[in-house]
């Protein structure tokens, strides 16, 4: 998912895309990869809080469709769990892949030495 934000006022949604999670790739563009493929969904998310705070959002026809299809996650490995819990779950493992992958979080392993 790729935004590009224009106009005089560029500070504010930047932050907001930010506080959201997007990632930025240059001066006004940003981009949000997850590793759920829940793109639409925070996109969705982040141009509500964006309209909220009164910032002009818009989206592409295709952005806009995908957002609206039915959401199937084939084969997921909680069928016990609700849309609203996987989606849940799903955040909270790009969370850490996200911090794993901004050295924000290290993960050190350690093996018992049977040796002696």
């Known amino acids: ?3 590009t934000i ?11 895309l930010e506080a959201a999670d997007w990632h930025v790739v240059a001066k006004n563009t940003l981009v949000l990869a997850r590793i759920d493929h829940e793109e639409p ?14 910032i002009t959002v818009e ?23 609700t849309r609203t819990e996987i989606r849940e779950v799903s955040d909270e493992a ?16 350690h093996a018992q030495d049977f040796s002696r």
């Open 1 to 3: 998912m790729i935004a």
């Open 6 to 16: 224009t106009g005089a006022q560029s500070h504010s949604p930047h932050l907001g």
């Open 41 to 54: 969904y925070w996109a969705e998310n982040a141009a509500q809080q964006l309209a909220a705070d009164g």
């Open 59 to 81: 989206m592409t026809p295709r952005l806009r469709e995908a957002i609206d299809e039915e959401w199937t996650w084939a084969s997921h490995p909680m069928p016990w769990c």
């Open 94 to 109: 790009q969370k850490i892949y996200d911090d794993i992958r901004h050295g924000r979080l290290l993960i050190h392993a």
